[in-house]
């Protein structure tokens, strides 16, 4: 594997893209105004107590109450809900839980009416953002993931991920850890600690420390709604959960973001501060990366195999349903034909795998396989779907094959599932079905120049277009581009951005800034 990861980041907020050999395996926007992020603790209030769910609707600010099941409060809350009371009271100095003394441990078939009544304050993580009609889910059981561990107040325990089997290896971090840790901390050692020396663990967990204190120092002021720990930006996330060895570039095309993300790995990974790279280029990044194409071509409702066929991906409100199909290819005898289902089947289940992490699907996915007859082929794509999965890092399962060629999957969801629209509107008629002639779209790009740098003075002019305009507008001995120059004195920067229609442009200001032309 070889990992890029890209980032272009826009007024309204960033874009990644993450590469693996080039193909695109993950695709994420993220929006500036968007709170409320998994991971985010938050000081809550209690609005409604409901007796027959067993559960609290908490509210954090978000347009929708939170949903805070009795299970999700966690053995501890006692202690929790005493050391938030005591900071806020003035009765705790600090964050630091050496000296605290932990409350009994509460019932497993306890009544959320014993813990919390309306109007009680209640520290809460997001586990879930809100998805359709549902507010976030919320947790009481607290936790704080670094690089290698995840900090886990109120507790002593010390755990391991299964990922780690060697049996040496995981009595070597659990010494480290214990001999480290504070006291009244849990802690989870992550798969990523395997084979870390000792230093690398305690910044690790020094960092978590200080993000803890940090916080509740925060706390002690904080009123309702108020976020008290904020989890890192999904760029931020997705390096720390990734980044190894794997990786070789990480490019960025704004500089602030630049600055932000190199200090960033190299606090976490100095040995990678050389792969974080500032772009530069004439073309956008995406577009230089073939990304935009990939979009295109990856977040339809049909998407195509190497070998001739396809995937079609619906969407119900209970689950998605996945039908693979082998295209207009035909053989001339069931042998091989049956080779040619396994082939199909094998290559569906790799892209399979590849749109459950693209588009971030949760819940219950059902794939519809061409039939096999032999069981051992059955086989052969289930340890194929499995394979494809191993580096998932969301929570999922998957069985084999039914009789009927089905295969159930179930994918963790904490978040909206990532929906591209591909297809394109007219951008002129909007979708009316009338339009202006399209041959009369250079003369308007023309007439919007003469405005912008004439009457409104600007300078540093860039104009976004499709690849066919910018092809007419550069291509020839003495280009049209070439004109404006001579003509206005100063230079107008043409980019490529494949996403746009082709009768469609936008204007940017030299600070990036989108022009408004409606005024011309």
């Not at 890029?4 to 695109?24: F, M, Q, V, W």
């Not at 690398?200 to 978590?208: C, P, R």
């Not at 049909?302 to 693979?324: F, R």
């Not at 003369?443 to 003075?457: G, Y």
């Amino acid at each position: 594997m070889s990992y890029e990861l890209l980032l272009s980041c826009t007024p309204t907020g960033d874009r990644i893209a993450l590469l693996d050999d080039k193909r695109l395996v993950e695709y994420h926007q993220e929006e500036n105004a968007v709170r409320f992020k998994v991971g985010d603790i938050y000081l809550g209030i209690v609005r409604k107590v409901d007796t027959s769910m067993n559960a609290a609707f908490v509210d954090i600010g978000h347009e929708r109450d939170g949903f805070l099941h009795y299970l999700d409060l966690g053995p501890n809350i006692p202690s929790m809900n005493k050391f938030v009371k005591n900071l806020q009271t003035g009765k705790q100095d600090n964050g630091r839980l050496d000296g605290f003394q932990l409350e009994k441990p509460i019932d497993k078939l306890g009544k959320m009416t014993d813990v919390f009544n309306k109007n009680s304050y209640a520290l809460v993580q997001v586990t879930k953002e809100a998805i359709s009609t549902k507010g976030p889910r919320l947790s009481c059981e607290i936790s704080l993931a670094g690089r290698f561990l995840i900090l886990v107040p109120f507790s002593e325990s010390i755990n391991i991920s299964k990922r780690v089997v060697n049996k040496e290896e995981r009595q070597r971090l659990t010494r480290i850890v214990k001999a480290l840790k504070p006291a009244n901390f849990g802690v989870i050692i992550r798969t990523a600690a395997e084979g870390q020396e000792t230093e690398e663990i305690e910044q690790d967990l020094l960092n978590m420390i200080a993000k803890w204190d940090a916080g509740m120092e925060k706390l002690k002021l904080a009123r309702p709604r108020d976020i008290v720990i904020g989890e890192l930006s999904r760029r931020g996330s997705l390096l720390r959960d990734m980044l190894n060895a794997d990786f070789e570039t990480i490019l960025v095309d704004q500089k602030e973001a630049y600055d932000e993300i190199k200090q960033y790995v190299t606090t976490i990974a100095p040995e990678k501060e050389g792969i974080v790279r500032l772009y530069n280029g004439k073309n956008k990044l995406f577009e230089q990366y073939a990304v935009e194409k990939q979009i295109k071509s990856l977040f339809g409702k049909t998407v195509s195999l190497p070998g001739g066929g396809y995937i079609v991906i619906e969407h119900t409100e209970a689950l998605h349903s996945i039908d693979v199909n082998s295209g207009s290819s035909s053989k001339r005898n069931a042998e091989d034909q049956e080779g040619y289902n396994l082939q199909v089947n094998s290559e569906a289940a790799r892209e399979v795998a590849r749109q459950l992490r693209l588009r971030d699907m949760g819940g219950i996915v059902i794939v519809d396989f061409i039939d096999q007859r032999k069981s051992d082929n059955k086989r052969l794509i289930y340890d194929k779907m499995k394979d494809e999965m191993k580096d998932e890092r969301a929570k999922h399962s998957v069985l084999p094959l039914t009789k009927f060629g089905l295969m159930q999957i179930t994918r963790e969801r904490v978040r909206p599932e990532t929906n591209v629209v591909t297809s394109e509107v007219c951008p002129t008629c909007h979708g009316s079905g009338a339009i202006q002639a399209s041959i009369l779209v250079t003369d308007q790009i023309e007439q919007s120049i003469e405005f912008v740098l004439v009457k409104q003075n600007q300078k540093g002019l860039n104009i976004q277009l499709h690849p066919y305009l910018h092809a007419y507008f550069t291509k020839g001995l003495i280009s049209r581009q070439m004109e404006w120059w001579w003509k206005y004195k100063q230079w107008i920067t043409l980019q490529i951005d494949s996403s746009l229609g082709i009768t469609d442009f936008r204007f940017l200001s030299k600070s990036g800034a989108v022009i408004d032309l409606e005024k011309n």
